[in-house]
């Protein structure tokens, strides 16, 4: 049962490391993208154009190069499963956020929102691995040390 889980493990990550290295090669169109859909709320504003000038370029490019880099560190902390619970939380976070502004299917039309709504259902069933992932954590526990309890 334990290389079945590890396998797995590695083919999910697969996803979330392919997803970051496709945003890193091409960094300007998914800031475009990004740019298209997320606003900066006029609090924050100034903050961001502090980063910008202290990096050197526009905001939505460091926010995809973050983006990348977290999601493939992430793939890969939870494929050599280090910190798997840590990072399992954190991309749920990141799939929810990125779920609500990039699949917003109650936003469109019926017939129009098909596709939409498939990739929101997909992030959904992501989410639901990752629970997984963050639920069993390192792996298999001592019969001493239950992973739920007496459920």
């Known amino acids: 049962m334990p290389a079945f889980i590890t396998f797995g493990r590695v083919l999910f990550a697969v996803l979330f490391i392919y997803s970051g290295a496709t945003k890193l090669f091409g960094i300007q169109a998914t800031a475009d993208l990004i740019a298209a859909k997320v606003t900066i709320p006029a609090l924050v504003a100034p903050y961001t154009q502090q980063v910008e000038t202290f990096v050197g370029m526009p905001f939505m490019q460091i926010l995809v190069i973050a983006a ?3 999601e493939i560190l992430a793939g890969l902390m939870i494929a050599v499963n280090l910190l798997a ?26 017939p129009d929102n098909a596709k939409t709504l498939i990739d929101a259902l997909k992030n959904l069933s992501i989410i639901g691995a990752l629970f997984i992932i963050a639920g069993y954590g390192r792996g298999p526990r001592a019969g001493i040390d239950p992973a739920y309890g007496d459920v």
């Open 68 to 70: 990348g880099a977290f």
């Open 85 to 110: 619970r840590f990072f399992a939380i954190l991309l749920i976070i990141f799939v929810c956020i990125s779920t609500f502004y990039f699949q917003d299917f109650w936003n469109q039309p019926a």
